[in-house]
């Protein structure tokens, strides 16, 4: 998989402390396509980066307004149930650990066998069984290294 780096310089370099800090920048594909969560990770990792990642409400606002209206609003993200920990589905290092930012649904079950998220028209999320076809939501991600200075 191909990355970009994009690197900001915000000041010269002539005096004073320096910090560099880096983010991902989400761009959402909506995929207007039944397929199970594997097949729709395949297909996110074949045209794109992955299969969604979500890191914050405004990750998850953008994501929203991704998803086609047309739809019931349900579609696979990247998030799985790894060994007893949720997981994004991404593989490269920068980029995986455990989730974070959670935005469940308040009446999800998280059954057993319920291994694979879906998010939800209003952005809530549920586990379900990961052979079920659902829409999905892929995403390109670009590392942005920030470079800030400190007077």
């Not at 402390?17 to 969560?37: D, I, P, Q, R």
């Not at 060994?83 to 930012?101: C, H, I, K, Q, T």
């Not at 999800?108 to 586990?127: M, S």
């Amino acid at each position: 998989m191909d990355k970009k780096v994009l690197v900001l310089f915000l000041s010269d370099f002539s005096t004073g402390l320096y910090t560099l800090s880096s983010c991902l920048a989400h761009e959402y594909h909506f995929v207007n396509m039944g397929k199970n969560w594997t097949e729709a990770q395949a297909y996110c990792r074949d045209k794109y980066t992955d299969l969604a990642t979500i890191d914050n409400m405004e990750d998850m606002n953008r994501l929203i307004n991704t998803v086609d209206s047309g739809s019931n609003g349900s579609a696979w993200i990247g998030l799985y149930n790894g060994v007893n920990s949720w997981r994004w589905s991404l593989e490269d290092m920068d980029y995986y650990g455990e989730a974070e930012f959670k935005n469940w649904d308040s009446s999800d079950g998280k059954l057993p066998d319920h291994h694979c998220v879906v998010t939800g028209e209003y952005g809530t999320w549920w586990d379900d069984r990961c052979i079920i076809k659902y829409y999905s939501v892929c995403y390109n991600g670009e590392k942005i290294f920030l470079v800030k200075y400190l007077p």
